[in-house]
């Protein structure tokens, strides 16, 4: 029987392509790879006579636009969350779409889980790409990687937007949600096994309630939780403990309210004037 959400990929790529993005896949090291959606002028594509086939390779651009990296949630691989996204922002921006280590095409045999280990990766794919500077906009669990990466590397990220997100999950926090949720862990939340775990999951996740079929939610099921251990092992690798907890020191943050200070000085001068 045909997977309804998988039929939908060429559709996906088509819309991609309208975007002007493509897919790519970067090596970060021995055994860990991440794919990414990126603007088609930061790639070059030759064709070899030998194997006769097109040999991709990366250029290192200066992009003209400012560059945005939208990262995805937990509950759906980088284009499945942004693909409604990235058409409008490629007109003003160069959007760079990365799909987290175990969703979609990315994979890593490093035992790291850590929030922290997915934005170190990210970065070092980032500026094999010839990033140097950019957005990042997170969404949920690409929220806590985006705030990790923007602690890590500050001179790299120059503002952060983020979504349906926490700087950190702590076990407090964790526990408590969970409690009043319903359930027993963060994996049986957001690793549903059944329609009924999923439609839990949506109901959680989205403002509004969507009505679809079940069938959609089944096949959506075998889509997009695949690497089912490893997503678990993530899920654990989140938690800190409340001691263990700091705040970082985000300079973007006092880089933002110094321009928004100046902006409002400047228009009440202006105004009074």
């Known amino acids: 029987m045909v997977n309804l959400v998988a ?16 897919t790519h896949t970067v090596d970060i090291e021995p055994g860990t790879h991440i794919r990414f959606w990126l603007p088609n002028e930061t790639l070059e594509k030759k ?7 097109n040999e991709v390779k990366t250029i290192s651009p200066k992009p003209d636009k400012p560059v945005v990296v939208l990262i995805h949630g937990f509950a759906a691989e980088g284009v499945a969350t942004w693909q409604l996204t990235v058409g409008g922002l490629s007109k003003h921006y160069s959007v760079y779409v990365p799909d987290l280590l175990f969703f979609g095409g990315s994979y890593s045999d490093n035992p790291d889980r850590s929030p922290k280990f997915q934005a170190e990766c990210l ?3 980032l500026r094999k790409l010839g990033v140097e500077r950019c957005v ?3 969404f949920s669990y690409g929220g806590m990687v985006a705030f990790k990466m923007a602690e890590l590397y500050p001179e790299m990220v120059s503002a952060m937007v983020i979504s349906g997100s926490i700087l950190a999950m702590t076990d407090s926090i964790s526990q408590q949600t969970l409690n009043e949720l319903g359930f027993s ?33 089944k096949d959506y099921l075998e889509v997009m939780f695949n690497n089912r251990k490893e997503r678990s092992e993530l899920l654990e690798g989140l938690i800190v403990s ?3 907890l700091t705040i970082p020191h985000y300079p973007q943050v006092l ?3 110094q321009q928004c200070v100046c902006m409002t000085i400047i228009y009440i001068v202006y105004t009074l004037n």
């Open 136 to 138: 990042v906009v997170g």
């Open 185 to 217: 862990s963060s994996t049986e939340l957001l690793l549903p096994d059944s329609v009924k775990g999923l439609k839990t999951l949506l109901s959680v996740a989205t403002h509004k309630k969507l009505w679809f079929p079940d069938r959609l939610h």
């Open 47 to 53: 064709f070899n006579k030998k194997t006769k086939t």
């Open 242 to 244: 409340n001691k263990d």
């Open 255 to 257: 880089q933002q309210i």
């Open 123 to 125: 970065a070092k794919a």
């Open 7 to 22: 039929i939908q990929e060429p559709f996906i790529i088509f819309l991609m392509k309208l975007a002007g993005v493509q």
